[in-house]
């Protein structure tokens, strides 16, 4: 170190002179990332349920409120074309019209679910890189990529169902290929992998850990699994009417309301599901690949976190 004119200056190479703007820029990021980023390091199971809750907490309304506002058209509609609607006895349209609103609810279902999970899995994957990614942008890049993660979802429903499908003990083979496939959607959103790719990494980044994934994903089930029930409950024709009758309200009263409670709790239950496959990707990728290393090595360098596709 030296002196001049009284100040202390700290060392620096000699060749290379110091940038005042590089060194704010460093420490400023550096203290964010040390302070508001959970490090990326491998965790037990306990752990990761703690870290799946405090981040889902920190952005309670951000992820509970993206995702529900996209339940908000698919729900609306329903009590124009629920089940509710074709079971009057002797109607002729019966069979077209349920047919029509279960496809209809399967098809945006489907949609929908591909979508938020793809948004919540990009925000909650900033949020453990210390990086900073705006709603639009995020919007966007989950859109860019919602065919790749659609088709994705499709096979990965097939393969699971024919698994299940297979008489065997505890229709094993298709718990094997749910647990293997799990992390498909995320590596696509977050490495913009293609189908193929991202199906191939899925298998190589869970190999070997399927009791702390069985665990994991069973819990973020249970916690989710009380909000998933009020959909199917106002959807079934009979427990609607039940409800209505019980209520003394008006069945117009009833739908607009389920509209917003069901949006609301089909919002939990996608970024419940959206954070833990996010927590589970990066689990799995510094056990794998040594990610949290790799962090910690770009940001002694540079005060910059680590993106998964190398050093930002």
Known sequence: MSRD????????????PADPRDKRLGDRVQA???????????????????????????????????????????????????LHNWTQPGDPTFLFGAALGVLFTFLSTAM??????SLVSLLVAAKLEGRTLSLPEAFRRALSRFFS????????????????????????????????????PAVCV???????ESLSRSFELSRGRFPAWFALALVAYLFALPFASLTG???????RAAAIDQLGVSS?????AIVVCSSLFN???????????????????????????????????????????GVS
């Open 112 to 117: 929908i679910t591909v979508l938020e999970v």
């Open 267 to 309: 919002g939990v239950v996608t970024a419940v599901r959206g954070v833990v496959v996010a927590i589970w990707y990066f689990d799995c990728r510094a056990r794998r690949e040594g990610i949290d290393l790799m962090a910690q090595l770009a940001r002694m360098r540079t005060g910059i976190s680590v993106r998964p596709g």
């Open 252 to 256: 117009t009263i009833f739908d607009w």
């Open 5 to 16: 004119a009284g100040e202390f200056q700290s060392l620096r190479p000699y060749s290379a």
């Open 190 to 196: 977050i490495e913009n992998a293609g189908v193929g």
């Open 32 to 82: 964010r990332v040390e302070a508001g980023t959970p490090d990326l390091r491998p965790r037990s199971v306990g752990e990761l349920l703690d870290l799946a809750f405090e981040v889902l907490r920190s952005r309670f309304g951000t992820y509970v409120g993206v995702s529900a506002a996209l339940w908000v058209p698919v729900r609306i509609a329903q009590p124009f074309i629920g």
């Open 233 to 239: 409950f106002a959807d079934n024709p009979n427990l």
């Open 149 to 184: 993660v659609a088709l994705i979802a499709f096979v990965s429903a097939i393969l699971t169902t024919l698994g299940f499908a297979c008489i065997c003990v505890l229709s094993l083979p298709g718990l094997y290929l749910t647990w293997k496939l799990y992390l498909a």
